[in-house]
Antibody, heavy 118, light 108 residues
Framework: QVQLQESGPGLVKPSQTLSLTCTVSGGSISSGDYYWSWIRQPPGKGLEWIGYIYYSGSTYYNPSLKSRVTISVDTSKNQFSLKLSSVTAADTAVYYC??????????WGQGTLVTVSS | QSVLTQPPSVSAAPGQKVTISCSGSSSNIGNNYVSWYQQLPGTAPKLLIYDNNKRPSGIPDRFSGSKSGTSATLGITGLQTGDEADYYCGTWDSSLAVFGGGTKLTVL
């Protein structure tokens, strides 16, 4: 059974960089069948896709966040990571990592709340 | 403002049937498969329907999906109190994953 687990600071100051890591267990991140995504959900609001990465390192980002987002992968640790720079209060959200299999998100992490506040 | 449009809320009594609509455009729903996700309170979304009308293993056949043109519909029959959740439709618009704003289902 594939499991994903997000980790990282729960509090980030405005203008700083948010950094999260997703650890994948029960399957290899290097499997060519999947892409690995980050998705966020502001409190009380809907889902917003941030971007994905393939095990080779190729990425695609939501154009609305592209200038501030970097997603990277570490196949040796079976992890992928998110960096979001110049954060504001609008970036406060629950951040999920998810597996993308043929354009559907079949496995999700439990999510981690990141609050942007001084 | 979400790319896909869903009603904010729907409600029905236990045992009844409910449908949730999801409206998009030719660039997203019109040319891609639709998925539906169930988000129980305080939990992560869970895949409920994929490829418009397929159910992952373990999802009961009370849940169904359909698509016509640029709209999709989730149907739930035999409503149970445990079905109270937020439901999201999702698809792709070129290389961008897009979601609806979510529909809160209340089982009265």
């Amino acid at each position: 059974q594939v499991q994903l687990q997000e980790s990282g600071p729960g509090l980030v100051k405005p203008s700083q960089t948010l950094s999260l890591t997703c650890t994948v267990s029960g399957g290899s991140i290097s499997s060519g069948d999947y892409y690995w995504s980050w998705i966020r959900q502001p409190p009380g609001k809907g889902l917003e896709w941030i971007g994905y990465i393939y095990y080779s390192g190729s990425t695609y980002y939501n154009p609305s966040l592209k200038s501030r987002v970097t997603i990277s992968v570490d196949t040796s640790k079976n992890q992928f990571s998110l960096k979001l720079s110049s954060v504001t209060a609008a970036d406060t959200a629950v951040y999920y990592c998810a597996r993308d299999f043929l354009r559907l998100f079949d496995y999700w992490g439990q999510g981690t709340l990141v609050t942007v506040s001084s | 403002q979400s790319v896909l449009t869903q009603p904010p809320s729907v409600s029905a009594a236990p045992g009844q049937k409910v449908t949730i609509s999801c409206s998009g455009s030719s660039s997203n729903i019109g040319n891609n498969y639709v998925s539906w996700y169930q988000q129980l309170p305080g939990t992560a979304p869970k895949l409920l329907i994929y490829d418009n009308n397929k159910r992952p293993s373990g999802i009961p056949d009370r849940f169904s999906g359909s698509k016509s043109g640029t709209s999709a519909t989730l149907g739930i029959t035999g409503l149970q109190t445990g079905d109270e959740a937020d439901y999201y439709c999702g698809t792709w618009d070129s290389s961008l994953a897009v979601f609806g704003g979510g529909t809160k289902l209340t089982v009265l």
